[in-house]
């Protein structure tokens, strides 16, 4: 059974990916910079670590497929 702290990880974990991959990788930088996302608004810190790990496990299956791009 799942934590309360995990379902609402889950529930913004399907928000962010529903964004698209490009997309993600983009919040995954913002997120390792310190921003914060509407997706992101009301977690604590632990869970958006939580989060922030578990967007990085789904995003290595890509590989280098749409990396993001230098400016």
Do not use: F, N, W
């Amino acid at each position: 059974m799942q934590t309360h702290e995990q379902c609402r990880v889950d529930a913004r974990l399907e928000a962010l990916c529903r964004k698209g991959c490009s997309q993600v990788r983009q919040d995954i930088a913002a997120l390792e910079d310190g921003a914060k996302l509407p997706e992101t608004a009301g977690l604590s810190d632990e869970e958006l670590r939580l989060l922030l790990g578990e967007l990085k496990q789904i995003m290595a299956v890509y590989g280098d497929a749409c990396r993001l791009r230098p400016p």
